[in-house]
């Protein structure tokens, strides 16, 4: 196999990971949303002891986190920096922070929530990239320089350098589906793979559609990819022209003193 034919073969293999990846976050996405409108709704103060239940209210929390670019309470910020130089792109920083003392409150109660590994859907993003027209905001110098400036303090920030934060606010309308256990202070919902929290209000949540743009984007991409190396891989070469040998012309002998032509 040939270097080009080997190319070929990694584009068709990409494009079928990228398909195949695409695919399978539609299901599980479109089977997330249609678990969460197939769940009845209960009030925090039916959830008992092992069922699971959806309580929709406001998330609260006993010491909240602050988000540094947004500067709001919060229950959970994440926060990354970024840093783009040509082709290649490196992460600078990265930091998590979850508030103590999760609770949902709704017109009848209030319930403890476990947040540790529970997935977490529908977080306000905010991003700032130093130096740039087109933030619409600003962020305190205190900040970029706990996050972005360098040990000499004059702010050599790269121009691909990028803030990213992800938060969900203290006081949010959140739909939370999970399992429920007795905790120290009562019932709680627990933490890991089957909780989660969905910011937004529930006739928000439960009305989005099944569609999610970058995993369609991937399903387009893995498909471009596999039509152009499944086709450039089964193109039958092209055929070899034939040159035809001309018949040799005789020679005729050259005499002493005489030149060849």
């Avoid at 539609?26 to 103060?45: C, D, E, I, Q």
């Avoid at 010491?63 to 670019?69: E, I, N």
């Avoid at 498909?223 to 005729?252: H, I, Q, S, T, Y």
Wanted: charged share 25%; glycine share 14%; aromatic share 6%.
């Amino acid at each position: 196999m040939d270097e080009e034919s080997i190319v070929l073969a990694v584009v068709f293999l990409l494009g079928l990971g990228l398909l195949a990846a695409g695919v399978g976050n539609l299901w599980w996405s479109r089977a997330r949303l249609a678990r969460l409108r197939g769940t009845p709704r209960s009030r925090v103060m039916e959830a008992r002891p092992g069922t699971t239940v959806k309580v929709v209210g406001r998330l609260g929390a006993r010491k909240p986190v602050r988000a540094p670019l947004a500067d709001v309470d919060c229950a959970y910020y994440q926060l990354r920096v970024d840093e783009r130089d040509g082709e290649n792109s490196s992460t600078l920083f990265h930091e998590t922070e979850y508030a103590e003392g999760w609770e949902l409150e709704d017109e009848f109660g209030r319930i403890g929530l476990e947040p540790g590994g529970a997935s977490l859907v529908g977080m306000k993003v905010r991003e700032y990239t130093p130096g740039s027209l087109f933030n619409g905001y600003e962020v305190p110098s205190h900040v970029l320089s706990r996050y972005v400036y360098t040990e000499t303090g004059r702010g050599d920030v790269g121009a691909g350098t990028r803030l990213r934060e992800e938060r969900l606010e203290v006081g949010a309308s959140v739909v939370v589906m999970g399992q429920v256990a007795l905790g120290e202070r009562g019932p709680v919902l627990v933490g890991g793979e089957r909780l989660e929290v969905f910011q937004g209000t529930e006739r928000e949540v439960l009305g989005q559609k099944d569609f999610q743009l970058i995993a369609w984007l991937m399903v387009v991409g893995g498909v471009l990819l596999c039509l152009a190396g499944g086709a450039a891989m089964f193109e039958e070469p092209e055929p070899v022209p034939v040159v035809k040998d001309e018949p040799l012309r005789p020679v005729a002998p050259v005499r002493a003193g005489e030149r060849r032509e």
